[in-house]
C-alpha cells in the first residue's frame, strides 16, 4: 500500500508537470523572462537551451576555451584550486577504510584539494583522464570560482543570464568554473539553487529526478572522510592519496545509489538494495553538448559524467541564483520526513524527527 501511494506521487507528478518520455524539453531559443519564469522555475521543470543562447559568447563563438594556449596565457601566473580523487567522484560515497577490498562499510569521502599555477592544473587534468593514472584531477571548486580564480576569462562569457536574471529578481550569487577529464563524475545530489548550466567544450551527460522521487535514492547518512596526500607535494608527482576519518566523526547525509555500478555483481547487489530507483520510472536524462546551457531547477538530484574534447578535458560554466524558499520547499520538506522502509518485512510510513536520515542540508 504504502510504495503504491509513492509511486502514484512520482507518475501524476510526471503526468502533470514534468512530462512522462524520460526526456528534457529543449528550446530552440533562449525564453523570454516571463515564459521562463511561468513554464520552467514556477513549474520546477528543467530545459535544455540550444547554442542560440550563448553563440555570442568569444569562449563559445570563437572556441576561444578550445584553445589550451589562449586559456594558458590568459591564466598565466594565476593559480587555481584542484580537486584530486583516486578515481574521479568527488563527494562520494567510497569502502570505510576499515572495511577493503569492497567491504559494505561506507563513508562520505571529499577530494583532497590543491592550489597550483594554472597551466600545471590543465595539464593535470588532461594527463590524469588515462584509466592508468592513479590520481584524477578535476577543477571543481565552486564557491564563486569563476569570478575569483577565473576573473582573467571574464570577458569570455557573460557575467549572468539577461533573460534569466530578469525572471529571477535577481544576479547570480555564485559563478563557477568546472574542468574536468572523462573519468570526472559527480554523485547524485540536489543544490538549492536555481542553476543554469553552460558546457563550453567537450560534453555533459545528466540523470536527473525531481524532488518528489526522493525516495528512490534511499539519502542515508554516512561518516565523513577526506582524501589526503601522502608524500609529494610536486603538481607533478601528487604522491599517494590516504583516506582519514573526520575528527571528530561527521555524519553527511547522501544519496546512496550509484547508477552505474562497476560489474554485474555490484548491479545486482544495487538492484536488491535499491528497488525504488532501478525499478522505478527511468531518469531524465540530457547530453549536453559545447555551447548548449541546462536549467537544472532548484532541488532536483542529479547525477554527471562527462566527454572530454580533442584536448582531453571538458569545461563548463554555471550560474548560481538564489532560489525561493516558497511552498514548494514546504512540500518537499516535509516529503522528506515520510521515512519509508521497503527493505523490512512490513514496509512501515513514519514521520522522522529533525535528525531523520532523509533529511539533506548543502
Known amino acids: 500500500?504504502?510504495?503504491?501511494?509513492?509511486?502514484?506521487?512520482?507518475?501524476?507528478?510526471?503526468?502533470?508537470?514534468?512530462?512522462?518520455?524520460?526526456?528534457?524539453?529543449?528550446?530552440?531559443?533562449?525564453?523570454?523572462?516571463?515564459?521562463?519564469?511561468?513554464?520552467?522555475?514556477?513549474?520546477?521543470?528543467?530545459?535544455?537551451?540550444?547554442?542560440?543562447?550563448?553563440?555570442?559568447?568569444?569562449?563559445?563563438?570563437?572556441?576561444?576555451?578550445?584553445?589550451?594556449?589562449?586559456?594558458?596565457?590568459?591564466?598565466?601566473?594565476?593559480?587555481?584550486?584542484?580537486?584530486?580523487?583516486?578515481?574521479?567522484?568527488?563527494?562520494?560515497?567510497?569502502?570505510?577504510?576499515?572495511?577493503?577490498?569492497?567491504?559494505?562499510?561506507?563513508?562520505?569521502?571529499?577530494?583532497?584539494?590543491?592550489?597550483?599555477?594554472?597551466?600545471?592544473?590543465?595539464?593535470?587534468?588532461?594527463?590524469?583522464?588515462?584509466?592508468?593514472?592513479?590520481?584524477?584531477?578535476?577543477?571543481?571548486?565552486?564557491?564563486?570560482?569563476?569570478?575569483?580564480?577565473?576573473?582573467?576569462?571574464?570577458?569570455?562569457?557573460?557575467?549572468?543570464?539577461?533573460?534569466?536574471?530578469?525572471?529571477?529578481?535577481?544576479?547570480?550569487?555564485?559563478?563557477?568554473?568546472?574542468?574536468?577529464?572523462?573519468?570526472?563524475?559527480?554523485?547524485?545530489?540536489?543544490?538549492?539553487?536555481?542553476?543554469?548550466?553552460?558546457?563550453?567544450?567537450?560534453?555533459?551527460?545528466?540523470?536527473?529526478?525531481?524532488?518528489t522521487e526522493a525516495h528512490r535514492l534511499y539519502v542515508r547518512s554516512y561518516p565523513a572522510a577526506q582524501y589526503v596526500a601522502r608524500t609529494s607535494s610536486s603538481s607533478e608527482d601528487m604522491g599517494e592519496l590516504k583516506l582519514e576519518m573526520l575528527e571528530p566523526e561527521t555524519l553527511v547525509p547522501w544519496c546512496s545509489v550509484d547508477p552505474y555500478p562497476p560489474s554485474p555483481e555490484a548491479m545486482a547487489e544495487h538492484r536488491s538494495s535499491f528497488p525504488l530507483y532501478f525499478e522505478g520510472p527511468r531518469p531524465f536524462e540530457c547530453t549536453l553538448e559545447a555551447g548548449e546551457m541546462l536549467y537544472l531547477p532548484s532541488m532536483w538530484f542529479h547525477h554527471v559524467r562527462q566527454t572530454p574534447d580533442c584536448n582531453g578535458k571538458t569545461i563548463a560554466i554555471n550560474y548560481w541564483y538564489d532560489m525561493v524558499f516558497d511552498i514548494k520547499y514546504a512540500y518537499f520538506n516535509f516529503l522528506q520526513t515520510i521515512n519509508y522502509s521497503p527493505c523490512t518485512k512490513e514496509s512501515s510510513w513514519m514521520l522522522c524527527n529533525s535528525s531523520c536520515d532523509a533529511t539533506l542540508e548543502d
Open 1 to 211: 500500500m504504502e510504495e503504491r501511494r509513492l509511486r502514484d506521487l512520482w507518475r501524476e507528478a510526471r503526468e502533470l508537470s514534468f512530462g512522462t518520455s524520460g526526456e528534457v524539453e529543449r528550446l530552440e531559443s533562449p525564453p523570454t523572462p516571463l515564459r521562463f519564469l511561468r513554464d520552467y522555475v514556477a513549474a520546477n521543470k528543467p530545459c535544455v537551451i540550444s547554442r542560440a543562447a550563448t553563440l555570442h559568447w568569444p569562449a563559445i563563438g570563437r572556441s576561444l576555451w578550445s584553445d589550451d594556449a589562449y586559456l594558458c596565457r590568459a591564466l598565466n601566473g594565476r593559480s587555481v584550486s584542484v580537486h584530486l580523487t583516486p578515481h574521479g567522484r568527488a563527494d562520494s560515497l567510497v569502502p570505510l577504510p576499515s572495511a577493503p577490498g569492497g567491504g559494505r562499510g561506507l563513508c562520505f569521502a571529499t577530494a583532497c584539494s590543491r592550489s597550483m599555477e594554472f597551466s600545471e592544473a590543465l595539464h593535470l587534468i588532461a594527463a590524469t583522464g588515462s584509466p592508468s593514472s592513479p590520481v584524477v584531477a578535476y577543477a571543481q571548486q565552486q564557491h564563486d570560482c569563476f569570478r575569483a580564480e577565473y576573473s582573467a576569462l571574464a570577458a569570455d562569457v557573460e557575467p549572468h543570464i539577461p533573460w534569466a536574471t530578469e525572471a529571477l529578481a535577481c544576479l547570480p550569487e555564485a559563478v563557477n568554473l568546472w574542468i574536468g577529464n572523462g573519468r570526472s563524475e559527480t554523485s547524485f545530489h540536489k543544490d538549492h539553487y536555481e542553476n543554469l548550466y553552460v558546457v563550453v567544450t567537450g560534453k555533459k551527460h545528466f540523470l536527473l529526478l525531481p524532488p
